[in-house]
């Protein structure tokens, strides 16, 4: 079904929300599953210790960080392939990849090194020099597994834009068979043969299944004669710039975005280990529900774009929508979860009481969180499908540094809120993020109409 057809005015809430669903599935699965080794890392270092939580916390906030930002830069991969794959043009999107794993196998041995100076950029961020010290042997580990990671989202985009996203997703599923054994017996170690690592069996266990991964797949696109193809000098040339020019743009303000959450995370550090830990965990939880928003944003921007193009603002109008609907289902129904539920949610990661207590409130707002948060990135995804970048993401930097990092700092330390400021600030954040995103949207020129029906209206 194409952006056209959906959202008619004989089409009910559920054939609408059927091809949304359809397309968010499997990305929403494979992009859970990556997710999921982190969550697996933090409960099962978690059960080792809160020191030790607090010392995968500060490696992994400059190394998810990073990542991200260099998965931005891979933003221009699907157009281009999904471009190549409708008309028919195998090879042109083969050489694509070969250009996007050429950017991904740079940037990661860039971002490899600047994560290799460990304790150095731990401490620039004003982090506890005792936990810095600690966490820079985990931060290294994970430098290691910077190109593999970047590659295999590549290949990941590539196969999905390919209509390929069941072969990523089963490499994602064995991975975590794979992580969840490394975990046991690097993390909390095997009796006399090998001694628990905490933390930094987390982080080796993360490099090992990641390049796992990267073989697992390239073999897997070489199998359906997708595979990566050698390029010449020039021809590389030429596809890393265009990918550049494309995802730059994104990576950029990917780079706003991280760098309001890392400097939340040194607040968070400077309160210290347990406050450190606590941020951890509300991060893993606040990330979860973040995804399938993502995901569906995106399913309803691709509606979006077809719609738009053909000037049926009715259509696009239900396609939002009913995007919104399942949206409040995923975010309002996980922060409720956490809200009603939050020591059992919380003794997933820590079978520490004590500490479960001092984290009672703010699990309560990391449930308000996940609502805001997930909001806001449906938001911002589905304005993509009508080529709306610049104000969105103004918006968002506003969001993090006007209003996020400065309330996040008073309240934490000059009222004495502590880990509570840090999130109440992040919280307030993306609830102003989300409403500003969702007025833009409804007020966007390419979605007024002067008779907005009912969905599935008669």
């Not at 157009?79 to 070969?98: D, K, Y």
């Not at 073999?219 to 020019?245: C, D, F, H, K, Y």
Request: with cysteine; charged share 10%.
């Amino acid at each position: 079904m194409t952006g056209g057809e959906l959202g008619g005015r004989d089409m009910s809430w559920w054939q609408i929300a059927g091809p949304i669903l359809g397309l968010t599935g499997p990305a929403t699965l494979s992009r859970a599953g990556l997710l999921a080794m982190t969550f697996l890392d933090t409960a099962m270092v978690g059960r080792v210790g809160i020191e030790q939580l607090a010392y995968l916390a500060i490696a992994a906030q400059p190394h998810q960080s990073l990542s991200a930002m260099g998965q931005g830069l891979a933003a221009g991969l699907p157009a281009l392939v999904a471009t190549a794959h409708v008309r028919g043009e195998v090879r042109e999107a083969r050489c694509w990849l070969s250009g996007s794993l050429a950017v991904a196998a740079l940037l990661g041995i860039a971002l490899g090194l600047v994560m290799a100076l460990g304790e150095v950029l731990l401490t620039a961020a004003r982090q506890p020099a005792d936990i810095a010290s600690a966490g820079e042997p985990v931060l290294r580990m994970f430098a290691w597994s910077m190109p593999a990671v970047l590659m295999f989202w590549s290949a990941c985009l590539y196969l999905e834009s390919f209509g390929r996203p069941k072969l990523p997703l089963a490499i994602i599923i064995a991975a975590l068979g794979v992580k969840i054994v490394l975990n046991l017996i690097l993390i909390q170690g095997v009796t006399d043969l090998i001694a628990p690592l905490g933390a930094l069996g987390a982080a080796i266990s993360t490099s090992i299944v990641r390049w796992l991964m990267l073989v697992a797949i390239l073999a897997a696109a070489a199998s359906q004669e997708l595979g990566w193809i050698p390029l010449g000098r020039a021809e590389i040339r030429r596809r890393v710039l265009t990918l550049m020019q494309v995802g730059a743009p994104v990576a950029c303000a990917i780079v706003f975005e991280v760098g309001g959450f890392l400097t939340l995370a040194s607040f968070a550090g400077m309160l210290g280990a347990e406050a450190l830990a606590g941020y951890q965990i509300a991060r893993n939880l606040y990330q979860m529900p973040f995804i399938p928003s993502i995901a569906l944003g995106l399913a309803v921007s691709i509606f979006v774009a077809g719609t738009v193009g053909r000037r049926e603002i009715d259509a696009v109008r239900r396609v939002v929508r009913v995007g919104i609907d399942l949206n409040a289902i995923v975010s309002i129904g996980v922060g409720g979860a956490v809200a009603l539920f939050p020591m059992a949610v919380g003794g997933l990661f820590t079978d520490d009481r004590a500490f479960l207590e001092t984290l009672r409130i703010a699990l309560l707002l990391t449930a308000l969180l996940i609502v805001f948060d997930g909001f806001q990135g449906f938001f911002n995804s589905a304005l993509r499908g009508v080529s709306d970048g610049l104000v969105p993401s103004v918006i968002v930097l506003a969001a993090f540094w006007a209003v996020a990092v400065p309330m996040a700092y008073v309240l934490a330390f000059e009222r004495g809120w502590g880990l509570q400021g840090v999130l109440t600030g992040l919280t307030s954040g993306l609830g102003i993020a989300g409403l500003l995103l969702g007025i833009r949207l409804f007020t966007h020129p390419k979605f007024r109409s002067t008779a907005p029906t009912a969905i599935g209206g008669n």
